[in-house]
């Protein structure tokens, strides 16, 4: 075992989209290759692995540009295989940014292709797939392993141990090991199979094939000796995250590297590895309470979008609401300069207090804040001043656009197309101003609405998004913030 077992999401690429399937076939659309990588390095992925599971059978090279599209995009390693026939196949995808290449179909047709791509590019360099099945005339009558090749189409008499045993001899760094059985079934890793590559290698073994739940890891590492695990549908589907699995191998006892969601690292804890959670109301600005977070509740708050905090008196992980059902729908995470509190803007369904109060603050009156005689008097005192809440506006929107309704004003406007909703905006802040010098208050109030409306279904017609706003709002508020420590 390494010092530190990767957990790795794999994504199996045909024509440029990620698919997935069973057994290798009934071949189902995943989603984008890049989207899908960028979300699995959030996750804490120590790093990727892309196979073209056509090229083989489709006798044509790998996707460069897509590889080029994921290097631009990815800080984490990543692998890229299939189609890879020749030294120049692999020196193009590695010269477009991929880390490793892997091997399989070309390597079991010509053997020496593993030789000739260790002495040019490294060992480290050359991962050589091996797609094994189960065949009758094992020892004593039990199954045998064989390996496959053109993506698991075509089996051959090589039997895995001794295919595992020569590719290593030969400079293979390592062995990317997948069950053609167990793929797709999400029934457990083949624990067999990886026990006897085990015992004919000493390179790092990536376990593929058939995880399902993440008590289904922590065997392939402890029983079978695998250095890493790969899983790809239960990624793709958020049957669970790549740091709920390495949650679980943690709790086994196998060392993995923390699934520290980017941005969130080297924050300043105290001597229990907590840092302190403010947590604010996004709509209205307010405080609703002070907390703790661990680096697992910060990973978990990242992952499912939900407050998630560390209770000091309990000594355990909880989830805000989880029994009350008052959970907090986290928008946005933010460090403070010196990286030692943290700030949840939330979006809460229920009171934030354990009270049943919305926020735990309670202000404290008769505190001299001015000089005598200068407090302030009127209705600048007696409350802050209401908030817009533009969220069930923005929601009706989204709503009308994802689910069309006959004789919708919203639906029209959207179907009419982007220019004319630039037109209604428009007319509607010309109607504004006419009733900010000509109206009454009602009047001004009734015109806002109209354009505040209209601006939203702008938006959604232009596909901006409103934290775009919303980010552009706060860069502005920062412009002209005091520095932390100035008046």
Not at 26 to 42: F, I
Not at 441 to 446: D, I, Q, T, V
Not at 453 to 462: I, K, T, W
Not at 463 to 486: I, T, W, Y
Request: net charge negative; with cysteine; charged share 20%.
């Amino acid at each position: 075992m390494s010092l530190a077992v990767r957990v790795i999401p794999c994504l199996d690429v045909a024509g440029g989209r990620v698919v997935k399937g069973l057994n290798f076939v009934d071949l189902r659309d995943a989603g984008d290759p890049v989207e899908a990588a960028v979300r699995y390095e959030a996750e804490g992925a120590d790093e990727l692995c892309f196979l073209d599971i056509a090229a083989s059978h489709e006798e044509r090279g790998t996707l460069v540009a897509l590889v080029s599209r994921v290097a631009e995009a990815l800080a984490i390693p990543f692998t890229v295989g299939g189609g890879v026939r020749s030294v120049e196949d692999a020196g193009a995808l590695l010269a477009a940014g991929a880390d490793r290449i892997t091997v399989n179909t070309a390597a079991i047709a010509d053997p020496s292709l593993v030789t000739r791509l260790a002495e040019r590019f490294g060992a480290q360099c050359v991962v050589v797939a091996v797609d094994g099945k189960k065949v009758a005339g094992g020892t004593g009558g039990g199954p045998r392993f064989v390996a496959s090749t053109h993506g698991g189409r075509r089996l051959t008499e090589l039997e895995v141990p001794a295919w595992v045993a020569e590719v290593t001899a030969r400079g293979a760094g390592e062995i990317l090991l997948t069950s053609m059985d167990a793929d797709g079934t999400q029934a457990g890793f083949d624990l067999p199979m990886l026990r006897a590559a085990r015992a004919a290698t000493t390179v790092p073994i990536v376990a593929s094939g058939g995880a399902g739940k993440v008590e289904h890891f922590p065997p392939a590492v402890l029983e079978a000796g695998a250095d890493a695990v790969l899983a790809a549908s239960v990624f793709h589907d958020r049957v669970f995250t790549v740091g709920a699995v390495k949650r679980a191998l943690a709790a086994a006892g196998v060392p993995v590297r923390p699934a520290v969601p980017p941005g969130l690292e080297a924050l300043v804890t105290d001597a229990a590895g907590l840092v302190p959670v403010v947590i604010r109301d996004e709509r209205t600005g307010d405080a609703l309470t002070l907390a703790w977070a661990n680096a697992e509740a910060l990973a978990l708050t990242a992952e499912t979008g939900f407050t998630h905090l560390y209770s000091r008196s309990r000594k355990a992980l909880w989830k805000k609401g989880e029994s009350s059902g008052h959970v907090q729908r986290v928008v946005r995470i933010s460090v403070d300069c010196d990286r030692d509190a943290v700030l949840y803007d939330v979006l809460p369904e229920g009171p934030a207090c354990h009270t049943g109060r919305r926020t735990c603050f309670t202000a404290v009156p008769g505190l001299p804040f001015a000089a005598p005689g200068a407090a302030p008097t009127g209705p600048a005192a007696a409350a802050p001043a209401p908030r817009l809440d533009l969220e069930p506006l923005f929601e009706i929107v989204a709503e009308r656009q994802a689910h069309p309704q006959p004789g919708s004003y919203t639906n029209r406007l959207l179907a009419e197309g982007l220019a004319r909703c630039a037109q209604k905006v428009g007319e509607e802040g010309v109607e504004v101003a006419l009733a900010a010098v000509t109206g009454d208050e009602k009047a001004l109030a009734g015109e806002v609405a109209d354009l505040l409306f209209h601006v939203v279904v702008l938006m959604a017609a232009r596909g901006l998004d409103p934290s775009a706003v919303q980010r552009e709002l706060e860069e502005r508020r920062g412009v002209r913030r005091a520095p932390k420590g100035e008046p």
